[in-house]
Each structure stands twice: as structure tokens, then as C-alpha cells.
């Protein structure tokens, strides 16, 4: 009897989840079939006058007439999407380097010293999180391209990003620093290690997880980002990917939905790469500290 | 080798005074256990030897060498932690090398030293697999290993034994001690566990509150402990403690529902103080059977059975004194031990005989011995 009525629940259960999938899944499922199909327009179906339901029906479900690579080919021949993802990848990567770098010290500073602005210095860290990042957009904008001259510059947007991305790293570091026993430094220092070589080669490689988590945001906070890429990178060499993305179908010409899909997919490998190779590291990572290992 | 001065050494953490004036010598090659409760300060003092805690006042000599201001690394000791502290990240090999390595030793000398520490320790077969991979007992015995390849003039163990199970913790009790004996290498050893510091030490010292209570032999400290904290702390069962008064110039001790003569060995004690109060204590072992033949001097004492433990060799009895009505009083309760076979029955009334040349007398306000080192 209770089994019975287990497997009914179950039925339920499965049928909510199966229409979450597919309100997940339908947009996406959109993306590509408008990548594959080779056109640019999003209606790719021509309803007759007089449609029947089975022509509505044809017209919302996403599956092309054809299926051809040749948006791909064109963004990349035609169009100078390879540039702009290169610009992601060099923004990205640096973004990545500085923040990971810097939140790591920092981190490890908050977690084991104590100096005068420790908690101020924390504090401020959590603060910032609690703006929206536009907030920021326009005194960034006076420092950076104002000030610094870095406007269309490499350098200017990955500092941007650095400042958005450290504050949580920090925070995400030093709470798997603090997870880290004291005793492995009191004995490497009794083994005759230095604090720079205690953190290189004790703390480091403890925190890999933390470290993998805390690169992959930072990645992705300077890959997905579009808003101060825009306001910053004048220049159309200079576009960064979801940047020249929106060129695609922004302007007063001709919409492109074709190449807007096909950059997109392409845009997103890298992180769905990233994802899939840091997953051990993720999983460990982001619950950190919340059970005895 | 080197002996370990501690000279007139301070600790404070802001106004909070967690060590007070220690003094203490532990001498060349000797085995000292540091013993008291969680608190008084023990850890704190082998962290300072160690130079993980700074010195706020006084001086620590490690053989002729002031080590105040001395690096951890450069002190010559090795530390077995609690928790062990070996790094996870690296195989047994590399955490017992991590040392050497940054001392740069040359690879020959160093895979001498680690062969040798792991056979003595029983662990070469272990030397490539990483902590995690580890029982308990393989850890800690890593640990060890980890501080002997070092060798150091002074090892540093702080509870190592305290994560072990009980059994476990029996083995390599004997096997720390082992390895102290052969390699006469001086250490100190922080403990609780007063079973551990009496089996292991060659010399104890116990510590309150950050105060020296008394430093000697384990059967100095069992036989004539200083003061109530001492002679309560050192022993198990503990020694029983009731308030009794001096009556008839110093020849009797009168509690509730209790007489006992003083026996002659401390009749100087209470000579000419009749009528004050003195803390007797007696030791469980001291207070036995009616029936058991004793050439010592003893005097009965009626008790109310409280509590029968059988542990098999012998069985405890936990038993009130008094006519009070109030029989839970804990000021009343004595443990004394009988022969197995005689076991008594939950609020029995019965008598068992106190051996009166082994009683110790305390001062109830200052706490310290009354006789010889106490007065």
C-alpha cells in the first residue's frame, strides 16, 4: 500500500521536474537550432495564410530544416569574432592570474595575521559585495580611464575585473584558510620552514579546492562580464566577446540572430570546459569547512 | 643532549597571567611530564621551549644557550603535536624528510636517518603512502618518527596520545617510553592523563592554574603529595578527603561517627593542637576489609554502602560515613577496596579497617601538607 502511494508521489515529483527541465532547456534548445540552421532570423518558419495547429505546433518547437555549420564558419571568416574571443581569453586568463594571486595572499594575511585593519579591511571586502556592480561602474570608469588612461586597454579591464572578483575571493579563501589546522605551521616552522615557504608549499597545496573554486569565479567573472567591457573598450579590436555578441543584433542594421547563436555557443565552451574539469575541486570546494574531514 | 631551564618564565595573554613565575629544571636525558587539568598552562609552557609562544617574562635555557629569542628552528627540539601535524599533502618519506630537505642534507644521510627511524618504529612499509591512508596509530607513530629523524637535543610531545583509543594509547605508552630509554634523548611530555604521567616519566611535575604545584619522582608525588590539588590530582581512584578535628592534645582525629587514633609518625604534626581542623586524607587502598590481616597499625570505620564497583581483581566500595541524614553528603563518602569475592550490598552497613601510618593531613585554609615539607 505505502508503496503504492510512494510511486504516485513519485509520479508527481518527476512530472514538475520533467517541465522544469524543459523551461530550462527550451531557450537553449532555441540557441542552437537557430546556430545550426544557417539563417539569421529567428521565425525560420514561413506559417502559410492560413495555418493548421500542426504549422503552429512545427513553428515553437526548436528544430531547424536544415542543419549546416555555416553560421560558425561566417562569425569567424566574416565577421572578427575570433579577435574578440582572443581579447576574452587575454582579459580572462589575466583577470584570473591577478585575482587568484592576490586573493590568496590577502586571504592567507586575514586568516593568520594580526594587524591593525584587519577587520576593517574585512568588513570593507563584504560591503563592496552589497552594491549592485554598477554602482561602481561610473568612479571605475573616472579611475581607469580617466585618470589611468587604460581606456581600450587590456590592462584597464582586467584591473576592473580584479576589483569586482578579490572581494569574494577573499573571503572564500579565508574561510578554507582558516580550515587549515595551525599545527601544520607550528611544525613546518619548527622544521625550519619561512612563512613565504610555509604558504607556497604547506597552505597552497592544502587549499587546492578553494584555489580551483576561486579561479573559476574569477574566469567567469571576467568572461560573462558586459556592462564595463562595454563602457570601456572603444574600440571594435578591442571588443570582448559577449561585447561584439551584442553587436550582432543590437544596431539599427540587419539583426544577426544567426551569428549572435553561433558566437554564443561558442562563447560558452570554454566555461562548460572549465566546469567540467574543476567539478571534483568544485564539489569539495564550495563545502569547505562545513563538515569534519 | 641538553638539560631545559625554565627561569622565573611569565606568560601573560593581555592582563589574563596563564603561567606565573615557573621555575623548573628538567635535567639532561631525563624523561619530565608536565601534568595538570585543561587550563593550567601546561601546553602554553611546551609551547614556549618550542618557540611557538613568546616569553613574557623570564628566561627558557635550552643546555647553556638562552633560547628567548631564539627561531623554533633554530632551537634544536622536535614536537609531536596532538593532532599529529603531519602534512596530508605529502607521502610518509617526504613528511619525514620535509626537515631535512631544508636543512639541505645530503640524500644519503637522510634516507640513513629515515631507514633507521622507520625500522625502530615498525613503519617501512609505509614510507610511500600518504596520512590520510593511515590508522591512528601508524599516524602517530609517524609523528614520532618525524621528530627522531630530526635528531634533536630535546623532544617536545604535546598529548600525543590523547586521539588514540584506549588501548592503543596502552601500547605506545610503552613504546614512547621505550624509545626515550634508547635513545636517552631529553623530553618533555605534556599531558592530563595522570595514569600516563605516572607510567612514563622519570620525573612529574604537576601544574594549577599556571602555578608549580610540586615537581618529583611518581612515587614522590603518589606517596607524599604537597598539597590537597597534588593528592587529589595524582591517583585512581583519588584519595579520600574528610575534614576530621584534633582532639586529646594531638592522639585522636574525631569526624562524624569516626574516631581514629593518630599514629605516632604523625603525632608531631598534631601535638598541641586540639581542637583545629585538619583535612585526613587516606588512600583507596588504605581503607580495606575488616576481615584482610594487616601487620600495620589500623581503626574501623563504619560505613553506608553507596556504591559497588567490580573490576574483577578487585571491587571498589563507595560507602557515607555519619549519622547525618543527608547520606549523599559528598564530604562523607570514602572509597575503599575489598576482596572480590566479598562484595557488599547496596546500603549495607559495614565496617572496614583505615591503615592509620599512611593517613596524610592537609591544612583546610592554606590547602599545603601539614608535617615535614608542608609546615
Known amino acids: 500500500m505505502s508503496k503504492r502511494e510512494d510511486s504516485v508521489g513519485h509520479v508527481w515529483q518527476h512530472l ?47 528544430w531547424p530544416e536544415q542543419v549546416t555549420m555555416s553560421n560558425f564558419v561566417a562569425v569567424f571568416r566574416d565577421q572578427p569574432f575570433g579577435r574578440w574571443l582572443l ?122 579546492p578553494a584555489v580551483a573554486v576561486t579561479a573559476l569565479f574569477s574566469f567567469m567573472t571576467a568572461w560573462n562580464e558586459f556592462i564595463l567591457a562595454l563602457t570601456i573598450m572603444d574600440k571594435e579590436s578591442m571588443y570582448t566577446a559577449p561585447v561584439g555578441l551584442r553587436f550582432f543584433v543590437g544596431g539599427f542594421a540587419e539583426q544577426q540572430w544567426g551569428f549572435f547563436a553561433a558566437g554564443s555557443i561558442v562563447a560558452a565552451l570554454p566555461v562548460v570546459v572549465l566546469f567540467l574539469m574543476l567539478q571534483r575541486y568544485l564539489i569539495s570546494g564550495l563545502t569547505a569547512g562545513s563538515v569534519k574531514g | 643532549m641538553a638539560g631545559v631551564i625554565f627561569d ?69 627540539i622536535a614536537m609531536v603535536f596532538q593532532s599529529y601535524a603531519l602534512y596530508p599533502h605529502m607521502s610518509v618519506r617526504e613528511n619525514m624528510d620535509f626537515g631535512l630537505r631544508l636543512k639541505k642534507m645530503d640524500r644519503g644521510e637522510m634516507d640513513q636517518r629515515i631507514d633507521e627511524a622507520s625500522r625502530i618504529l615498525g613503519i617501512e612499509k609505509l614510507l610511500e603512502r600518504r596520512p590520510k591512508h593511515l590508522s591512528g596509530g601508524q599516524r602517530q607513530r609517524v609523528a614520532v618518527g618525524r621528530a627522531i629523524v630530526r635528531q634533536p637535543s630535546v623532544f617536545l610531545f604535546d598529548e600525543p596520545l590523547s586521539n588514540l583509543d584506549a588501548k592503543l594509547r596502552v601500547q605506545m605508552r610503552a613504546e614512547i617510553t621505550g624509545l626515550q630509554h634508547r635513545l636517552k634523548t631529553t623530553t618533555i611530555y605534556v599531558t592530563h592523563d595522570q595514569v600516563e604521567a605516572m607510567t612514563m616519566g622519570h620525573r612529574i611535575a604537576v601544574l594549577h592554574d599556571g602555578d608549580l604545584q610540586q615537581v618529583g619522582t611518581p612515587l614522590e608525588l603518589y606517596e607524599t603529595p604537597r598539597n590537597l590539588f597534588v593528592a587529589r590530582f595524582i591517583g585512581t581512584p583519588p584519595m579520600n578527603f574528610f575534614r576530621a578535628t584534633i582532639a586529646d592534645d594531638g592522639a585522636r582525629l574525631t569526624a562524624d561517627g569516626v574516631e581514629l587514633p593518630v599514629h605516632d609518625s604523625l603525632r608531631r604534626i598534631t ?105
Request: one cysteine or more; aromatic letters at 8%.
Open chain 1, 87 to 208: 581579447n576574452s581569453v587575454v582579459v580572462s586568463a589575466a583577470t584570473t592570474l591577478v585575482g587568484v594571486f592576490l586573493a590568496c595572499t590577502a586571504a592567507y594575511a586575514f586568516s593568520r595575521f594580526n594587524f591593525p585593519g584587519r577587520r576593517a579591511g574585512m568588513m570593507s571586502f563584504l560591503i563592496s559585495q552589497m552594491f549592485p556592480g554598477t554602482l561602481t561602474l561610473i568612479p571605475l570608469y573616472i579611475i581607469i580611464v580617466e585618470w589611468l588612461r587604460l581606456g581600450s586597454n587590456y590592462l584597464g579591464l582586467v584591473l576592473m575585473y580584479a576589483t569586482i572578483a578579490i572581494p569574494f575571493c577573499v573571503w572564500m579563501l579565508k574561510g578554507y584558510f582558516d580550515t587549515i589546522p595551525r599545527e601544520l605551521e607550528e611544525s613546518a616552522l619548527i622544521d625550519g620552514a619561512s612563512p613565504a615557504m610555509i604558504f607556497w608549499k604547506i597552505i597552497l597545496p592544502l587549499a587546492k
Open chain 1, 16 to 62: 514538475i521536474l520533467i517541465v522544469m527541465v524543459l523551461v530550462t532547456v527550451y531557450p537553449i534548445l532555441w540557441v542552437l537550432t537557430v546556430a545550426f540552421s544557417g539563417q539569421q532570423n529567428l521565425a525560420f518558419i514561413d506559417l502559410p495564410a492560413d495555418p493548421t495547429l500542426g504549422d503552429r505546433l512545427r513553428a515553437i518547437i526548436p
Open chain 2, 271 to 375: 601535638q598541641g593542637r586540639s581542637g583545629k581542623e585538619v583535612m585526613v586524607g587516606i588512600r583507596p587502598e588504605n581503607l580495606y576489609d575488616v576481615k584482610r590481616q594487616t601487620d600495620h597499625p589500623t581503626a574501623r570505620i563504619r560505613l553506608k554502602v553507596a556504591l559497588v564497583e567490580t573490576l574483577g581483581h578487585e571491587v571498589l566500595v563507595h560507602g557515607h560515613f555519619g549519622s547525618d541524614e543527608r547520606e549523599t553528603d559528598p564530604s562523607k563518602l570514602l572509597v575503599g577496596k575489598v576482596d572480590p569475592h566479598s562484595e557488599p550490598e547496596l546500603n549495607q552497613e559495614i565496617e572496614m579497617q583505615a591503615r592509620l601510618d599512611s593517613l596524610h593531613l592537609y591544612d583546610p585554609e592554606t590547602e599545603a601538607r601539614l608535617g615535614e615539607e608542608g609546615e
Open chain 2, 8 to 76: 622565573r618564565v611569565n606568560k601573560c595573554y593581555g592582563d589574563t597571567e596563564v603561567i606565573r613565575e615557573l621555575n623548573l629544571e628538567i635535567r639532561d636525558q631525563e624523561f619530565m611530564v608536565l601534568v595538570g587539568p585543561s587550563g593550567c598552562g601546561k601546553s602554553t609552557a611546551l609551547r614556549m621551549i618550542a618557540g611557538l609562544e613568546e616569553i613574557t617574562g623570564g628566561q627558557i635555557r635550552i643546555g647553556d644557550r638562552v633560547v628567548n629569542n631564539v627561531a623554533p628552528k633554530d632551537r634544536d
